[in-house]
């Protein structure tokens, strides 16, 4: 499945969710991104956030997480990717113009591409 296909498949599927961890947080939209767009299972679901900040230090943070689950970083056009948001460290979904995470409310927001950290390019453009 090519990049757009995919990020619209996972658009239509998170319409109307709201924020919840283990569920709808930004590691599971990535997560979920991935199964879409490879057909490749990867990384826990069904966490709360006590668990969520468990995860997360059990594998020194969100980068290092995201490396032991995708492999090395490859941010020359990376589709998954970690960005600053609000002064924490966010994954989410790049697109041409923006990346997509999830936002508080329920639903994706999306955020400038400037604001991306580092990537991996897991689906052909």
């Known amino acids: ?41 990867f990384g826990p679901d069904g966490y709360n956030a006590e668990e969520a900040a468990e995860i997360l230090s059990a594998h020194g943070g969100m980068i290092p997480m995201l490396e032991h689950f995708l492999g090395a970083q490859d941010p020359a056009d990376p589709d998954v990717v970690v960005c600053d948001v609000l002064r924490m460290r966010v994954a989410g979904v790049a697109t041409s113009g923006h990346v997509l995470v999830p936002a508080s409310a329920g639903e994706l927001a999306m955020v400038s591409r400037d604001r991306i950290v580092t990537g991996w390019n897991v689906c052909p453009a």
């Open 1 to 41: 499945m090519r990049r757009l296909e995919a990020t619209r498949a996972l658009i239509k599927e998170w319409r109307g969710k709201a924020f919840v961890y283990g569920d709808t947080d930004c590691c599971q939209l990535v997560r979920r991104y991935v199964e879409i767009a490879t057909g490749q299972q």
